[in-house]
């Protein structure tokens, strides 16, 4: 195979861009990033809605971050743990990249992007669905290591970041054992990268 290349448009300090830098590091792809937030031209020339991330692989052109997992997994780790090719292992990575664009992006990820960024929402029904999706979450990994399957897959890439960086929205995982049990098995993946923090809010 020859030598990839790949360059990755997104924001450092974006959860939807870490997921996919996550997955190059762990794959040990070497790929270029470009800081792309604000949307430039060349951006919105690869991907017209303007959102990041988007990835090139050659002349191959991806958008969306769960997207890009499937692509790097199919492309690059064929027939490996990251993507089951069984139907259940398969039905739970999807069932949890499903949650990861839902309820982690308005609940935890919401919360975040509105306390690092000031953007504006309704913190209270972020913050409540945050509860939720995290209960739901520390219940499920309540004596199990990963998300899907007995091993890591795309799911858990998909919902790290915005749940280990939650307490920066102002959301504390002090209740959440499990969930930080497995925060710290991730993060202990040979060849992780950590998104950058932000500062934490003054205020809930």
Known sequence: ?????????????????????LFL???????????????????????????IPVLTDGDTVIADSNAILVYLAARYAP??????????????????LSIAAGDVRFGPARARVMAVFGTPGDRAAALALSERVLTFMDGHLAGRDFLATAHPTLADLACYAYVAHAPEGGVSLDPYPAIRAW?????????????PSSPLPTAA
């Open 183 to 195: 925060i710290g098995r991730v993060e202990a993946l040979p060849g992780f990268v950590a998104m």
């Open 1 to 21: 195979m020859t030598t990839p290349d790949i360059t990755l448009y997104g924001l450092r300090l974006s959860g939807h861009s870490h997921r996919a830098e």
């Open 79 to 96: 027939g490996g743990d990251w993507m089951p090719a069984d139907a259940i292992g398969a039905a739970q990575v999807q069932r949890w």
């Open 25 to 51: 590091a762990l794959l040990g792809l070497p790929y270029r990033f470009v800081e792309a937030f604000p949307p430039t031209d060349e951006l919105r020339r690869l991907n017209p809605l303007g959102q």
